[in-house]
């Protein structure tokens, strides 16, 4: 992207805001008040959602032609993309890592001037973790003979967390990672459980390996084998592409997000919650918690199903597809980010990261000062049954729960450590949730039909994408609404 286009679009956007300005000021001095701006509630196309799929899908429309008004319910830009600014570092409650293979993401960083740096180097500070069970620690020496460890053959020398991602790999259920929303993979769509079971592994190694801990729903009982084969496959092939390239970007990911919403013609309008979509021959509106009405040809909605249930939308969502939006499901993840006033591991002699089975869960150190090894913060992952554990708490009370867990684990922190940062996704009424969870059964049912087009209402965001997940999902669905919009209009 060349400067002369940054800089046209830039001064396009400087004239029209000195206009207005201009408008203004005669207004004042000649005691006659402006009209009614109506015409910045209506547009071509309606956004509604401020994250990277819906300012995505916005600029592919602008760069048609098409005006675009984006509306965002939260007062910030980003959606489930979210820098913690205020804690060093700039930890990521949201996206975190960005691989090789994201080729739409790097491109938006690229063209909005947003510079990512080379994380790799941080990596192996950042993923390592020491097993903590029973509220002690289990060195990788004591692990293979120790009673807790129900593992069986090779599994019994490796930590817990890596035994799912392993068996899955090297099973290999899927020829393609893309297979898995093809119909003949609809067999595999049975929980994670029962497809282990199948395959000889116990009910104890299943709860070690992924009860404890789960990345995806609440247990190996309410998530799809299917998106996990998924899950594996693509990352395995995300690593392929670079294996020595993760990326972050400069000051922390939502600045990506920010610098796309600054380059749009219009500005988004923040603190719009949309209560109500509905579309007939004549066109389309949005309708705020507030009373705004937004106009437009069409409507792009990002919103996770988990948020759109709760919307009114007419003509009502019928069949499969209302099937999808009322049960698809959203990750419970709570984080907790900690700031050690003193380095507690230099005096306990194990380093900050923790596999646990109380309410801490995964415990990760964010290695972001001058020296990888440097940790500048801590974040607890609560996810599943910890993280509604967490949730059901005010959040001091829940706060004070989970350094006084922390101080009991480690003893050598106490008095060593503060919550700097906390993030309930489940309770941010604009996600309800974190990632899309595929349960047993939904990706067969539904997942060809669940996006399609709703009379002039469009859907995407990465609950919608097929052959890519977070960050690099919610792009790949912006490319493909913005096409049916095209189409449409």
Not at 178 to 206: C, M, N, R, T
Request: charged share 20%.
């Amino acid at each position: 992207m060349t400067k002369h286009y940054f800089s046209r679009r830039l001064n396009r956007r400087t004239a029209l805001k000195g206009a207005t300005a201009a408008a203004v000021a005669t207004s004042v001095a000649t005691g006659m008040a402006p009209k009614p701006a109506r015409a910045l509630n209506e547009a071509d196309v309606i956004v509604i959602g401020a994250g990277l799929a819906g300012l995505g899908a916005a600029h592919a429309l602008e760069d048609e032609g098409y005006s675009v008004q984006v509306i965002e319910g939260r007062e910030r830009i980003g959606g489930r993309l979210l820098s913690l600014s205020n804690i060093p570092g700039n930890p990521e409650a949201g996206g975190n890592g960005i691989a090789a293979g994201y080729g739409r993401i790097i491109d938006a960083a690229e063209r909005f001037g947003v510079k990512l740096n080379n994380i790799m180097d941080r990596a192996p500070f950042i993923l390592k973790r020491n097993i903590f069970l029973d509220g002690k620690y289990v060195s990788m020496k004591d692990w293979p003979d120790h009673p807790r460890n129900v593992m069986k053959g090779p599994f019994r020398e490796m930590p817990p967390w890596a035994f799912v991602p392993l068996y899955i790999i090297q099973n290999k259920p899927l020829e393609s990672y893309e297979d898995w929303y093809d119909p003949k993979s609809a067999p595999l769509d049975v929980s994670l459980h029962q497809w282990f079971l199948s395959q000889g592994v116990s009910e104890a190694e299943i709860n070690l390996a992924y009860n404890i801990n789960s990345d995806f729903g609440s247990s190996s009982h309410a998530v799809s084998a299917l998106m996990l084969m998924f899950v594996y496959a693509w990352g395995m092939m995300q690593r392929g592409i670079e294996p020595r390239g993760t990326y972050a970007a400069e000051g922390g990911n939502q600045r990506i997000p920010e610098a796309m919403a600054a380059r749009l013609k219009n500005d988004v309008h923040m603190g719009r919650k949309v209560v109500g979509i509905s579309s007939n021959d004549g066109g389309a509106q949005v309708h705020c918690a507030d009373g705004t009405i937004y106009r437009g040809k069409r409507v792009v909605c990002s919103v996770p199903f988990s948020v759109l249930r709760t919307i009114n939308m007419e003509p009502a969502l019928t069949g499969v597809q209302a099937r999808a939006v009322q049960t698809l499901g959203a990750q419970l993840l709570t984080q907790t980010h900690i700031v050690a006033k003193k380095p507690f591991w230099e005096d306990d002699g194990v380093s900050e990261g923790m596999f646990c089975d109380n309410i801490l869960g995964s415990v990760m150190g964010q290695h972001f000062g001058d020296k990888p090894e440097d940790v500048t913060s801590i974040t607890c992952w609560h996810r599943g049954w910890k993280a509604r554990k967490v949730d059901q708490l005010p959040e001091e009370d829940a706060k004070r729960m989970i350094v006084q867990a922390f101080e009991e684990t480690r003893p050598a922190s106490k008095g060593k450590i503060e919550v700097a940062g906390f993030k309930s996704w489940h309770n941010d009424p604009f996600s309800s949730g974190d990632w899309a969870v595929w349960e047993p059964g939904q990706i067969s049912s539904f997942i060809n039909q669940m996006a399609e087009p709703h009379h002039r209402i469009h859907f995407c965001g990465e609950h919608t994408a097929k052959s890519n997940r977070g960050m690099e999902g919610a792009m790949e669905s912006a490319e493909r609404v913005a096409f049916e919009v095209f189409d449409a209009i």
